[in-house]
C-alpha cells in the first residue's frame, strides 16, 4: 500500500460512540458516523485494542487476539463496520499488543496450571540471592517482575504486573502471531499498529547501571528485526496492509531499517522523542514549557535522515498516550483556531504519513478535571501516587501536572453536540467530558465559517493529490528562529515552502515570498510584502513557476 496518499484517524473505541447505553463507546457506534469519516476524507481509521480484555489498561491488556470484547459488540458488528468502511473507501487498522497478554490470556493460564509449553510462552526468571532478577522499573511505576509463587520465580512485566511479556524467542509463540495477523487480514483488515513492538527482543537480563532504567537490554534488540521480518514474510507481505511500529525510547538509525521497503519489516514508524520536549529534567511528571529548538532539531534530523536512509514516518502530535497538542503546543483560549490550525499543518506538510486522534478536527483539548479521581488510567494514578509520597506534592500540584500530562487528555469522550454527555452517550460516561463542548463540539464547529474541520478536510484533500507533499525531499530553513519553523519541500524543481509560527505573538520574518503563491493557510489573506508572520500563522506556499 502507497504510504504516502494515506491520513490515518485514530478512534479510541471507548470514546467515540455509545450506541447502547453502558457509557462506553462501541462498534456500531463507529460505523454511525462513517459518512462524518468520509467526508473529512481520511483514507484508514486505527483503533485502539477491541479485544477481550480485563482493561486494567484499556485493551493493552489482551486476553483473546481474535475475538472482540462484548462490550463494543460482535464480530458481525466488526465485519459490518469494515464492510461499511471499505464501500467510503476507509480502511481499518488494528492495534496488535504483541508484546505482552493479559494475565487472565488462556497461554497464561495455562502456564500458571503447570502447562510447560504455556510457561515457556512467557518470560521467567529466578531471583537473585533473594532479590529480583533485574533491577528494571516497570514504564507504569514499581518493579518489572511478579513474583509466582508456584514457580518460585518472577514473571516479567514491562508494563502492569497484569501485562505479561511474551517471549517471542520461542518459535510457537511467532507462530500463533502469524496466525493472529492471518485471521483479521481474512476478515478485510487493512492495516495494523504494533504495540511498543521494539521491545520484543530481551537481549539480557542484567542490572541497570546507575542513571539507567535498563532499556538497553530490551530496547531495539537485533532480533525485533528478524522477528518483524517473519511477521511480513508469512502475513503481513501478501496482503495489501498498511503496517506501523510503535518505538518506545528508540532511534532514527533504527526506525529507518524498521521501515525502508527492502528490509520487509514495517511500513512506517512512530516515535515520541519529539513530545519530551517539555518533560523537565527527562521526566514525564512536571512542568515545563515545550523546548522550541529542540522540537524543530528534532523535526529536522528525523525528516532530512529517514529521507537520506530511504525510511518513512508516521507523523503525529495527539495520540491515545499523549495531552492533546492544542493544549501543550497551542493556545485554546485565545488562538485556538489559528493555533489548531498550524499545529496540524505540521504535520501533513513533513514527509511521512500523518495520524490525528479523533476529536482533533474540532479542536478538542486537555480535559478540565477537578480532581484525581476523575482519572481512570492506570499510569496516571501510580503516577499520582508517586507524586504524592515520593516527591510530596500537594494536591493542587499534583492535579495541575495530571492535566497537563495525563493520558486521560487523548481519551476523553468525543464532543459530537453541545447536549447531555456531548450526544456521546444516554448514559453515565466511562471518563468525564470536557466542559467546553458547550462550543466545542462537532455539531457547533460543522456550522463554523472556516472552521477547523474544514482546514483539515482541505489539508487531509491536498496531502492525498499534492506529489511535492507526498514525496519532495525536504530542505530546513531558519534553523535557529526563535519563533518559526520553516521548511522547503521539493521535487523535480518544484517548491512548497512552509513557515509555521509556533507562539501567540507575531514573528519577525526574514524571508522573501514574492516568488510564492498561497496554497493554503490559517488567517484569510495573505501578504507576501509581510514583515512578520501573526501570532500561529502557518503558510503553504508554492513557488511561481
Ligand atoms: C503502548 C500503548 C499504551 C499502553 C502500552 C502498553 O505504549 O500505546 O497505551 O499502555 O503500550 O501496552
Known amino acids: 500500500m502507497d504510504c504516502s496518499k494515506q491520513v490515518v484517524y485514530q478512534i479510541y473505541p471507548k470514546s467515540f460512540q455509545d450506541t447502547t447505553g453502558n457509557g462506553r463507546g462501541d462498534l456500531n457506534g463507529i460505523t454511525s458516523h462513517l459518512d462524518y469519516?468520509?467526508?473529512?476524507?481520511?483514507?484508514?481509521?486505527?483503533?485502539?485494542?477491541?479485544?477481550?480484555?480485563?482493561q486494567k489498561d484499556n485493551g493493552y491488556d489482551v486476553s483473546n487476539y481474535t475475538a472482540i470484547n462484548p462490550d463494543y459488540g460482535t464480530m458481525d458488528d466488526f465485519e459490518t463496520l469494515v464492510r461499511e468502511a471499505g464501500k467510503r473507501g476507509i480502511g481499518?487498522?488494528?492495534?496488535?499488543?504483541?508484546?505482552?497478554?493479559?494475565?487472565?490470556?488462556?497461554?497464561?493460564?495455562?502456564?500458571?496450571?503447570?502447562?510447560?509449553?504455556?510457561?515457556?510462552?512467557?518470560?521467567?526468571?529466578?531471583?537473585?540471592?533473594?532479590?529480583?532478577?533485574?533491577?528494571?522499573?516497570?514504564?507504569f511505576g514499581g518493579p518489572a517482575w511478579q513474583y509466582v509463587e508456584k514457580f518460585d520465580e518472577y514473571c516479567l512485566h514491562l508494563f502492569d504486573p497484569t501485562q505479561a511479556d511474551l517471549n517471542l524467542a520461542n518459535p510457537d509463540v511467532r507462530n500463533e502471531l502469524v496466525n493472529v495477523l492471518k485471521f483479521w487480514i481474512e476478515k478485510g483488515v487493512k492495516g495494523f499498529r504494533f504495540d511498543v513492538v521494539n521491545l520484543i527482543d530481551k537481549m539480557a537480563f542484567e542490572d541497570a547501571p546507575e542513571g539507567s532504567e535498563g532499556k538497553e537490554f530490551y530496547t531495539d534488540g537485533p532480533k525485533v528485526n528478524d522477528y518483524l521480518h517473519q511477521l511480513h514474510v508469512e502475513a503481513l507481505g501478501n496482503a495489501d496492509v498498511l503496517t506501523v511500529g510503535e518505538m518506545s525510547a528508540t532511534s532514527v538509525e533504527k526506525c529507518s531499517g524498521y521501515s525502508k521497503p527492502e528490509n520487509e519489516e514495517l511500513?512506517?514508524?512512530f516515535n515520541f522523542h519529539h513530545l519530551k520536549v517539555d518533560y523537565k529534567d527527562k521526566q514525564k511528571w512536571t512542568l515545563m514549557p515545550f523546548d522550541f529548538q529542540e522540537l524543530k532539531d528534532l523535526f529536522f534530523e528525523w525528516d532530512v535522515k529517514m529521507e537520506e536512509e530511504g525510511g518513512w514516518n508516521a507523523l503525529f502530535w495527539n495520540c491515545h498516550d499523549q495531552p492533546r497538542a492544542l493544549s501543550r503546543f497551542g493556545d485554546p483560549v485565545h488562538y485556538?483556531?489559528?493555533?489548531?490550525?498550524?499545529?496540524?499543518?505540521?504535520?501533513?506538510?513533513?514527509?511521512?504519513?500523518p495520524y490525528f486522534l479523533y476529536g482533533d478536527e474540532i479542536g478538542m483539548t486537555n480535559l478540565n478535571s477537578r480532581s484525581v479521581a476523575d482519572?481512570?488510567?492506570?499510569?496516571s494514578h501510580n503516577a499520582a501516587d508517586m507524586l504524592k509520597h515520593e516527591q510530596h506534592k500537594s494536591d493542587d500540584e499534583i492535579l495541575a501536572i495530571l492535566q497537563a500530562k495525563s493520558r486521560d487528555n487523548g481519551r476523553t469522550p468525543m464532543q459530537w453536540t453541545n447536549g447531555t454527555n456531548g450526544g456521546f452517550t444516554s448514559g453515565q460516561p466511562w471518563l468525564r467530558l470536557n466542559d467546553n463542548l458547550e462550543t466545542v463540539n462537532a455539531e457547533s464547529v460543522l456550522q463554523e465559517e472556516d472552521s477547523i474541520y474544514d482546514y483539515y478536510k482541505k489539508l487531509i484533500a491536498l496531502k492525498k493529490t499534492n506529489p511535492i507533499l507526498q514525496h519532495g525531499t525536504t530542505r530546513t530553513l531558519l534553523q535557529t528562529d526563535k519563533n518559526l519553523y520553516a521548511y522547503v519541500r521539493e521535487l523535480d524543481s518544484e517548491e512548497i515552502l512552509c513557515v509555521h509560527n509556533f507562539f501567540g505573538h507575531p514573528a519577525p520574518?526574514?524571508?522573501?515570498?514574492?516568488?510564492?503563491?498561497?496554497?493554503?493557510?490559517?488567517y484569510s489573506d495573505f501578504d507576501p510584502d509581510a514583515l512578520a508572520l501573526r501570532p500561529y500563522e502557518s503558510l503553504i506556499l508554492k513557488k511561481k513557476n
Open 37 to 54: 469519516l468520509q467526508d473529512l476524507g481520511i483514507t484508514m481509521i486505527w483503533f485502539n485494542p477491541i479485544f477481550p480484555s480485563p
Open 267 to 269: 511500513s512506517m514508524c
Open 375 to 379: 482519572y481512570d488510567d492506570v499510569e
Open 509 to 522: 520574518l526574514s524571508l522573501d515570498l514574492h516568488e510564492y503563491e498561497r496554497i493554503l493557510s490559517n
Open 336 to 353: 485556538p483556531k489559528e493555533s489548531a490550525k498550524m499545529l496540524v499543518s505540521v504535520i501533513f506538510t513533513r514527509r511521512g504519513t
Open 92 to 139: 481499518i487498522m488494528l492495534d496488535m499488543v504483541f508484546n505482552h497478554t493479559s494475565t487472565e490470556h488462556e497461554w497464561f493460564q495455562k502456564a500458571l496450571a503447570g502447562n510447560r509449553k504455556y510457561k515457556d510462552y512467557y518470560i521467567w526468571k529466578k531471583g537473585k540471592d533473594g532479590h529480583l532478577p533485574t533491577n528494571w522499573p516497570s514504564k
